[in-house]
């Protein structure tokens, strides 16, 4: 079972900053895709954020401009900077690796445990 750690959650208020980390186990390869989903109480799972091996983004619409991701492929970690938090930021944060093994083609889509940001006065 592949486990993918996170951290960096936590309560913050309006206006503030959070980073969240997410890690893979460094015997992972192949990884193409890395990002991070979120869901609020009573709400679907939702994209937050998505980076590719080549290094482009994909953002939804509610958080460009605020929230900018990255990844170091060499530590097979991913970031999430979160700037100017709103209380619709509020849920619970879930990463996601996606990639192909190289020697047996086999795809792979590992999520992490999930890590709860709350924003709020």
């Known amino acids: 079972q592949v486990q993918l750690v996170e951290s960096g959650g936590g309560l913050v208020q309006p206006g503030g900053s959070l980073r969240l980390s997410c890690a893979a186990p460094?015997?992972?390869?192949?990884?193409?895709?890395m990002g991070w989903d979120r869901q609020a109480p009573g709400k679907p799972r939702e994209l937050v954020a998505r980076?590719?091996?080549?290094?482009?983004?994909n953002y939804a619409d509610s958080v460009k401009g605020r929230l900018t991701i990255s990844r170091d492929n060499a530590k097979n970690t991913m970031y999430l900077q979160m700037n100017n938090l709103k209380s619709e930021d509020t849920a619970v944060y879930y990463c996601?690796?996606?990639?192909?093994?190289?020697?047996?083609?086999?795809?792979?889509?590992?999520w992490g445990q999930g890590t709860q940001v709350t924003v709020s006065s």
């Open positions: 996601n690796v996606m990639g192909s093994d190289p020697t047996s083609a086999r795809e792979f889509d590992y």
């Open positions: 460094g015997s992972i390869s192949g990884i193409y895709a």
């Open positions: 980076i590719m091996d080549g290094g482009s983004t």
